[in-house]
């Protein structure tokens, strides 16, 4: 079962930053959290994941708080193209770890 | 990064017949693959786990007689809907971890797979 909740949906502003929070307060001790996000029709797309540092790739910035209860995904300049519904997982890091998703954050970027 | 494909991507049959649909890890072994399924407006949810070489593990409610899953190589993990019905029409999705040092496990995705039963 998903061991995330995230809020339905957000909108944010062409250009700016997009902060999508995501809660894992039952996070255990060997448990990542992943991020990612699913264009109307296709499959997922991976973006992100981290432990417990804050993580930066070209696509976004991954900040976990120090108790990781809680992230957040940091789209630093949404364009139109990142429209989607993002997913928040933690699962744990073997092979075999199902990967559970929850409901998701509906982001749509206004012109 | 590592690639996943699904094929057909979309099919349309007849109530009472047979569609299976494949995945491939094209430039990777995957000991381990996933099938989820997606109804419009919904989440993914996990249906099975596919094993290399042994038996799928079926997540609660997933009836195993009617979705079949063979993971026969490393390479290759196959869904079977047996006798479609049109409540079985939605979006079929495969995933694959990519095997790696502890930790790098992000989850790969398949395009997906859309089946309409008539």
């Known amino acids: 079962d998903a061991k995330t909740t995230q809020p339905p949906s957000m909108d944010c502003a062409e250009g700016r930053a997009a902060n999508l929070p995501c809660n894992h307060s039952t996070i255990s001790g060997n448990e990542y959290v992943y991020w990612y996000r699913q264009i109307h029709s296709q499959g997922p797309q991976y973006i992100i994941h981290g432990l417990k540092n804050n993580e930066t790739n070209e696509m976004a910035s991954l900040i976990i708080t120090e108790d990781r209860k809680s992230s957040t995904l940091i789209l630093p300049h949404a364009t139109l193209r990142d429209t989607a519904v993002y997913y928040c997982i933690v699962r744990g890091t073997n092979t075999g770890n199902q990967f559970y998703f929850g409901t998701g954050t509906s982001l749509t970027v206004i012109p | 990064g590592a690639v996943v494909s699904q094929h057909p991507s979309r099919v349309i049959c007849k109530s009472g017949t047979s569609v299976k649909i494949e995945c491939r890890s094209l430039d990777f072994q995957a000991t381990t693959m996933f099938w989820y399924r997606q109804f419009p407006k919904q989440s993914l949810m996990l249906m099975a786990t596919?094993?290399?070489?042994?038996?799928?593990?079926?997540e609660q409610g997933v009836e195993k007689d009617k979705f079949l899953i063979n993971h026969a190589s490393l390479t290759l993990s196959t869904l079977t809907v047996t006798s479609a019905h049109p409540e079985d029409s939605s979006f079929y999705i495969c995933?694959?971890?990519?095997?790696?040092?502890?930790?790098?496990?992000?989850?790969?995705f398949g395009e997906g797979s859309r089946l309409t039963v008539l």
């Open positions: 995933s694959a971890t990519l095997p790696g040092p502890l930790g790098s496990g992000e989850l790969f």
């Open positions: 596919s094993n290399e070489g042994s038996k799928a593990t079926y």
